[in-house]
C-alpha cells in the first residue's frame, strides 16, 4: 500500500461529509439529526461535516418513507455525490414504511428498491448515538482503500 | 515579538491543549434508564392470547410464532417503533422493555379489553346469519334456528321482534365470525382497550 493510500485512509476516516435527504418523513429522524449536530451529541467531534449538498458529501442519510414524487428524483441526488459513497437508511420508514405502510397509503418503501443502501439504522426514530453509530462503523470500512479495492 | 511567539509556543503545545484539541470528545453516550429500547423476552410462558400483536400500532411489527412446543413473540426491527405498548399490554409479563413493567407494577395500571359489536339497523336485513355463525351463540343455545331466532335469553345476540337484539356482548369473545357471515357488513365488531389503575389501598 503507497504512503498516498495511507495519508488518504486517515484523512477519509477523520472527514466524513453528510448530506442528508428526507424523502416524505413525519420530521421525526430529522430531529434525531438534528440532535445529532447539537453539542450534547456533537457530530463534527468525530470529523463527521454535514451539509445538505450532495456533491461534496460522501455519505447519504436517507430519511423518510418515499413517496412516489421522490423515486426519480432520489436517483438523480445518488448519482450526483461522488465516488466513494454509501447510503444510510435512517429510521424505519426507509426500510419498512413503518406506520405509514397502510392499506392505500400513498409510499412505496423500501428505499433499498431504488438506490443501493450500505446500512439501516431501525428505530422510530433511532437514537442519535445509533445514527452517529452507523456512519462511524460503516463510512471508514468502506472507505477504507478504496482506490486498491477499484482496481 | 521573541516574547509573543514564545507564548504562543508555550500555550499551544501544552500536552494537556493538545490532547483536548485531538482526542476531543464528550462524555461516552449511554441510553438513559427511560430509554424504551426493543422488548425483550422475560422467560414467561407465552400463553398466545396475541394481546400485543392486537394493540400495536405499527404494522407488522410484532408476531405471536410458535417455536417447537411454545409461543414466544418475535419483534421485528425496522417496523417496531418502541412503544412498548406490548410490553403494557401482555398479562403475562412476556417482554419487559426499559422500566416498563417496574413502573406498571408500582403504579398498578393495567390494560383492561372487552369487545363491541355495533348493529347498524339500516343495513341489517334480520337474516340471523351472525346469531347463527357465531360459536358462542352455539354453545349457549344449540338450538338456535336457521332465522336466528331463540327463545334463550343467554345467547350474544339473536332476532327477536324483526330487528337483530344484541344482548350479553360481555360473551364475545372477537372471533369475528359475525363480521365474516353478515352479507351486508351490517355488524361491527370492535376492541375496546382501556387503561385501568387501582385505586392506592
Known sequence: MSILQKIKNTVRSRSIHVAYVDVGSCNGCDIEVLACLAPRYDIEQYGIYVHNNPREADVLLVIGSMTPQWVDKLQDIWEKIPEPKVAIAVGNCPISGCVFNRWHSYIEPPVAKYIPIAAQVPGCPPRPTEILNAILALAPTLFNDYEEKKK | ?201
Open chain 2, 1 to 201: 515579538m521573541g516574547l509573543s511567539i514564545t507564548w504562543y509556543l508555550r500555550e499551544f503545545l501544552r500536552m494537556e491543549w493538545l490532547r483536548k484539541f485531538f482526542f476531543a470528545k464528550t462524555a461516552p453516550l449511554v441510553s438513559p434508564p427511560y430509554f424504551k429500547d426493543y422488548p425483550l423476552t422475560t422467560g414467561h410462558e407465552c400463553t398466545a392470547c396475541y394481546s400485543c400483536m392486537m394493540i400495536c400500532p405499527a404494522p407488522g411489527a410484532i408476531e405471536v410464532l410458535r417455536h417447537q412446543d411454545h409461543w414466544k413473540p418475535m419483534i421485528h426491527r425496522g417496523h417496531c417503533i418502541r412503544c412498548g405498548l406490548c410490553v403494557e399490554a401482555c398479562p403475562e409479563d412476556v417482554l419487559w422493555s426499559g422500566r416498563v413493567l417496574d413502573q406498571q407494577q408500582q403504579q398498578k395500571t393495567e390494560f383492561r379489553s372487552w369487545y363491541r359489536l355495533t348493529v347498524d339497523d339500516t343495513l341489517c336485513m334480520r337474516c340471523g346469519n351472525c346469531a347463527v355463525s357465531c360459536p358462542v351463540n352455539k354453545r349457549e343455545d344449540p338450538q338456535l334456528a336457521s332465522t336466528g331466532t331463540s327463545a334463550n335469553d343467554e345467547v350474544i345476540m339473536k332476532v327477536e321482534g324483526g330487528r337483530l337484539r344484541v344482548i350479553h356482548e360481555e360473551k364475545c369473545v372477537g372471533c369475528k365470525t359475525c363480521e365474516n357471515n353478515c352479507p351486508n357488513k351490517a355488524i361491527r365488531v370492535a376492541r375496546m382497550v382501556e387503561g385501568i389503575q387501582e385505586e392506592a389501598a
